[in-house]
Nanobody, 124 residues
Framework: VQLQASGGGLVQAGGSLKLSCAAS????????MGWFRQAPGEERQFVATINRNGGSIYYADSVEGRFTISRDNAKNMLYLQMNNLEPEDTAVYYCAAHGDGAMVAFRASEYDYWGQGTQVTVSS
């Protein structure tokens, strides 16, 4: 199983980025997916989660209204559209897969597989 995150980069405050996560999961449409982020010296932090069919979506309060999680089960892809970025959003962003696709998951410990991370840097 491999999760490959991409799309990170350097952007000015107020700008946008779209992260992608390519999953080699054979039954991608049975997995709940999530995005987490980790800034230097801090613990990994929940960002957003989406269940197997996209019917349940939740966001961290800090990104609600600015970020949008989505998935394309036909392409085995997960996305995170990030708008109105703030310097506080600077972190390495990770995609992750959780085996119970019917339920969303908020804790890192609930996820079974992780991507390698992609760096997002927001300058002020």
């Amino acid at each position: 199983v491999q999760l490959q995150a991409s799309g990170g980069g350097l952007v000015q405050a107020g700008g946008s980025l779209k992260l992608s996560c390519a999953a080699s999961l054979r039954t991608f449409n049975k997995w709940t997916m999530g995005w987490f982020r980790q800034a230097p010296g801090e613990e990994r932090q929940f960002v957003a989660t989406i269940n197997r069919n996209g019917g349940s979506i939740y966001y961290a309060d800090s990104v609600e209204g600015r970020f949008t999680i989505s998935r394309d089960n036909a392409k085995n892809m997960l996305y995170l559209q990030m708008n109105n970025l703030e310097p506080e959003d600077t972190a390495v962003y990770y995609c992750a897969a959780h085996g119970d696709g019917a339920m969303v998951a908020f804790r890192a410990s609930e996820y079974d597989y992780w991507g390698q991370g992609t760096q997002v840097t927001v300058s002020s």
